[in-house]
């Protein structure tokens, strides 16, 4: 799992096939910043394995490290795309042993009504230092980096 994802949140404008396999599907996504496309094949993670839908608010997450063709809008490979809930925020990233992502962008305070759980829905009962993880969260502090504390962790063994 790549550490360098960068999020693009929006709704789903639609979801069509992609490629003459049928197993790729392009799902174009409406952001504050425009449209994007995102190609979800058998390595992308969907959340909850939630059919995408026209009108559903998702984030979607790309490896940052990989050339992106230079075509508009913008096509991408998704790593990670799932639902979202309006009033909450989702961070994918890889966090140390203190919790903290690994571009100081957010630090975790675990409590004890945080669901923690692997990605395919078991609780994952270690703490999930030292992981990619993929982080619900509603709220922040204004410190740097930001501390939260987590409605939910995915935790990406």
Partial sequence: MPTTLMPITGVVQNVSSFGENCCEQQVTIRSDNGISHFIISADTYVIGEVRLRPGMNVTAFYDASLPIPLIFPPRYQAVIIGRRNPSENIFAGFFDDTLTAEDNALTLNIARSTEVVTSNGQLFRCR??????????????????????????????
């Fill in 128 to 157: 999930p230092e030292n992981q990619v993880l993929i982080v619900y969260y509603s709220t922040t502090t204004r410190s740097i980096p930001p501390q939260t504390t987590p409605r939910k962790i995915i935790v990406l063994c």
